[in-house]
Every structure is written in structure tokens, then in C-alpha cells.
């Protein structure tokens, strides 16, 4: 048994959070809330649980030591994502040479690119596309070239392949930025289609950019491969990049890493995040990310996904139930992409008018179209089942009907 919370309502007023105060976040706009409703936070990709106590635990002890001077990171860093990688995706021989720290995900992100590609580059990204992806390259000065993932017969997103070939080859482009688990999608590739992925990535000398930020946060019965895993060749031209901030809900203490086996690209991604004389570590998101990454973390994440992909599959058939809507259910990740086009069409109206009617009754869902969704909205489902259920019951009464 283990004390971890899951079920509770986290009141998290007064405590700097986005999630329920989103006119506090410049990149987002919500309609006025209706009088005698209150706030359900569905949007953003933070949890709505209290974190792992061997984190609270770790910082609390840090803490007590009043003094917070100029540090370094400490071998229980290093120790505790190498055990981390190893025991969650069986990567063996990482060294404390492969790993940095980075701010930021998406910072990483920049400064990889920035490693393979010159300003007004073209750079390869998948569609559907996280819009951190969107904003953090057309604001670094590149050009995003989108492939678009296609839905088989059964309704899973695949990489078009030749599509991506044609891309690469037309605008001779040398940076993809690759999202495993995929970001909104919630796809967990397979082995197979990383090593024709990273195959092809070969073939045009193309380094990859792989965000393996979701990698922890699987639904039961599927396994992350890390795609550096895939090919000797995939180890030496990809940067990928990884955090407990998702993981753990840590993205409020910020503290990224990522991992670049290849010596030179190595070398080329450190200089250029050193330059911005930004990309520091916090002495508390050392200690949260050693915390984190403990036994008592680790079964802090295993109970973790059996209550988000319980929370999943409530979802999909609540979504699935309703004429007109449609939702692939994801393979990992907390969050979903119900497509509205043929609810939409029937009555005449369009999913900013769904998503407004929604946002108005407290269910602060997301905007589909800025990553590529035209008629989707995504949706957070980490949060307690209680709450969930109480943003369905107000579609039923107020939207959806």
C-alpha cells in the first residue's frame, strides 16, 4: 500500500497557478466565467495531484540549511538519471559526460537546432504539433516544415513516410524536431517505426531533436523506447531531451536535461546554451529531480498511470458516446484530442463556439487549432476522477446537446 493521493481536490487558489488563473498566462485567452461556476482546470499540461513526497521530502530537507550559495551538480544528480534511465528504459552505458542540464525543454530544443541549422532554416516537425514547438522555433528564427501524421484503419496516428522523405529532400533540411511519446496525440512508437524513422534520418544526414519529455507517463501495457536506443547511428545524431517536470508536476522549479552521446554535436549544443548565460541549474531542482527519481518516486509514477489511463478510458467513452465526436484514445501522455467536425457540421456551428460554451461553465479546455487541430480541442485528464466527472455532467447539462 503507499499513501499517494490521487483522489483529493488539490485547492491550488493563491498558489501561483496558471491552470485555474489563466489570464495570468499571456498566451492564453478565456471567455468570463458564468456567475455560480467554478473553475475545472483542463488545459494546460500540469497535473492537478500533489507531487511525489520524496520530492516535498527532498526540498524541505535542502531547505533547512539556510544557505543557497553558487553549487554545482552533485554525483547523486548524475547517479540518480543514470539509475532512472536504466531501470525505466533499459539504457545502459549513459555516462555523466552525455548528460546536461537545460532550463528548459524547449530551450533544449533551440539550442539543438541552433547546432544544425542556421536562422531561416526549414526544419521538419510532425502535424499534429505542440505549440511550444510552433512559437519556441518561428521566434529562434526558423521555418517549420510540417508532415502530417495520418490515421489508419483503425484510427492510429502513423508517420507518413513518404511524405517526409519528399519534405526532406525538397527543402534540404538537416533538423527535425521529433516528439516520442507524440504531443498532442498521445502515440507511444513502436520499435519498428523509430528505426525506419531514424533510417531515414540517416539517409538525408539529418539530426534529430527528440523530445522525450512524455516518456514517463505511458497508460498501462506500453513501453517507451528511447529513439537514441533504436541504431548506433540514431545514438550519434540525436539530442534527446528529458524532465521530471512533467512527470512529477515540476514545471513550476524548471529543470530539463538532455542527453547527446556524440562527442561533437555534444560539444556544439553546450556552447551554444552557454552563450545565453541563462541555462543555470536551481539548487532545489537538483534536489527535487534526486528526489523524484527514488524507489518511492518510481511507485509514485506506477500508480500514477493506472489512474490516468483509468481517466483515459472514462474519457474516450464518454467522448466516443456522443454522435459526432471522435477521439483516437492515446497511448501515453494525460491529455486527449477529441475531433468535433462532424458534431460541428450538424448543428451548424464551429469548435471556438464548443470550446467558448465549455470554457464559460468552468471546463477549461484547450484550443485544438494552434497545434494543427482544426476541429479539435485537447483536454488534461490529470486530475481527480471526482473532477472529471463533474466536467462532463456540465457538457452533458450546458454544451453538448
Known amino acids: 500500500m503507499n499513501d499517494f493521493n490521487f483522489t483529493d481536490i488539490l485547492d491550488r487558489t493563491g498558489k501561483d497557478a496558471v491552470a485555474i488563473d489563466p489570464e495570468a498566462a499571456s498566451f492564453a485567452e478565456f471567455p468570463p466565467l458564468k456567475e455560480g461556476?467554478?473553475?475545472?482546470?483542463?488545459?494546460?499540461?500540469?497535473?492537478?495531484?500533489?507531487?511525489?513526497?520524496?520530492?516535498?521530502?527532498?526540498?524541505?530537507?535542502?531547505?533547512?540549511?539556510?544557505?543557497?550559495?553558487?553549487?554545482?551538480p552533485t554525483d547523486a544528480y548524475y547517479d540518480a538519471i543514470i539509475h532512472w534511465q536504466k531501470t525505466r528504459n533499459g539504457v545502459d552505458g549513459l555516462s555523466k559526460e552525455?548528460?546536461?542540464?537545460?532550463?528548459?525543454?524547449?530551450?533544449?530544443?533551440?539550442?539543438?537546432?541552433?547546432?544544425?541549422?542556421?536562422?531561416?532554416?526549414?526544419?521538419?516537425?510532425?502535424?499534429?504539433?505542440?505549440?511550444?514547438?510552433?512559437?519556441?522555433?518561428?521566434?529562434?528564427?526558423?521555418?517549420?516544415?510540417?508532415?502530417?501524421?495520418?490515421?489508419?484503419?483503425?484510427?492510429?496516428?502513423?508517420?507518413?513516410?513518404?511524405?517526409?522523405?519528399?519534405?526532406l529532400k525538397a527543402h534540404k533540411i538537416h533538423a527535425v524536431v521529433f516528439c516520442s511519446p507524440h504531443n498532442p496525440t498521445g502515440r507511444v512508437w513502436r520499435e519498428d517505426e523509430l528505426k525506419d524513422a531514424m533510417a531515414l534520418f540517416g539517409q538525408y544526414d539529418v539530426t534529430v531533436i527528440s523530445d522525450e519529455i512524455w516518456s514517463d507517463l505511458l497508460l498501462s501495457g506500453q513501453t517507451h523506447i528511447p529513439t537514441q536506443s533504436v541504431s548506433d547511428d540514431a545514438k550519434n545524431r540525436t539530442v534527446a531531451l528529458y524532465a521530471p517536470s512533467k512527470t512529477f508536476n515540476l514545471a513550476g522549479l524548471v529543470g530539463s536535461y538532455h542527453i547527446v552521446y556524440n562527442k561533437t554535436l555534444r560539444d556544439r549544443v553546450r556552447a551554444i546554451s552557454s552563450k545565453t548565460c541563462y541555462n543555470s541549474m536551481n539548487v532545489l531542482s537538483?534536489?527535487?529531480?534526486?528526489?523524484?527519481?527514488?524507489?518511492?518516486?518510481?511507485?509514485?509514477?506506477?500508480?500514477?498511470?493506472?489512474?490516468?489511463?483509468?481517466?483515459?478510458?472514462?474519457?474516450?467513452?464518454?467522448?466516443?458516446?456522443?454522435?459526432?465526436?471522435?477521439?483516437?484514445?492515446?497511448?501515453?501522455?494525460?491529455?486527449?484530442?477529441?475531433?468535433?467536425?462532424?458534431?460541428?457540421?450538424?448543428?451548424?456551428?464551429?469548435?471556438?463556439?464548443?470550446?467558448?460554451?465549455?470554457?464559460?461553465?468552468?471546463?477549461?479546455?484547450?484550443?485544438?487549432?494552434?497545434?494543427?487541430?482544426?476541429?479539435?480541442?485537447?483536454?488534461?485528464?490529470?486530475?481527480?476522477?471526482?473532477?472529471?466527472?463533474?466536467?462532463?455532467?456540465?457538457?452533458?447539462?450546458?454544451?453538448?446537446?
Open 37 to 72: 461556476f467554478s473553475r475545472i482546470p483542463m488545459w494546460v499540461a500540469d497535473m492537478n495531484f500533489p507531487t511525489a513526497p520524496s520530492i516535498t521530502k527532498a526540498i524541505i530537507d535542502r531547505a533547512e540549511h539556510p544557505a543557497f550559495g553558487y553549487f554545482i
Open 98 to 167: 552525455a548528460i546536461g542540464y537545460e532550463n528548459g525543454v524547449l530551450g533544449g530544443v533551440v539550442s539543438a537546432v541552433r547546432a544544425a541549422a542556421a536562422p531561416d532554416d526549414k526544419v521538419l516537425v510532425h502535424s499534429p504539433t505542440y505549440i511550444g514547438f510552433t512559437h519556441a522555433l518561428e521566434d529562434a528564427g526558423y521555418r517549420i516544415v510540417l508532415s502530417e501524421l495520418k490515421k489508419d484503419s483503425d484510427g492510429i496516428y502513423r508517420m507518413d513516410f513518404d511524405d517526409m522523405e519528399a519534405k
Open 286 to 401: 537538483m534536489h527535487a529531480l534526486i528526489g523524484a527519481y527514488s524507489e518511492t518516486g518510481a511507485a509514485w509514477v506506477d500508480a500514477l498511470r493506472e489512474v490516468i489511463t483509468r481517466n483515459v478510458t472514462l474519457a474516450c467513452d464518454y467522448f466516443n458516446a456522443k454522435p459526432g465526436i471522435k477521439v483516437t484514445p492515446p497511448q501515453g501522455t494525460y491529455m486527449i484530442f477529441p475531433d468535433f467536425a462532424e458534431w460541428c457540421e450538424a448543428r451548424h456551428t464551429d469548435v471556438g463556439a464548443v470550446l467558448k460554451a465549455g470554457q464559460e461553465v468552468g471546463v477549461l479546455w484547450q484550443d485544438g487549432r494552434p497545434f494543427h487541430g482544426d476541429t479539435h480541442i485537447r483536454l488534461n485528464l490529470a486530475l481527480p476522477e471526482s473532477r472529471m466527472n463533474e466536467a462532463f455532467e456540465r457538457l452533458d447539462k450546458y454544451v453538448l446537446i
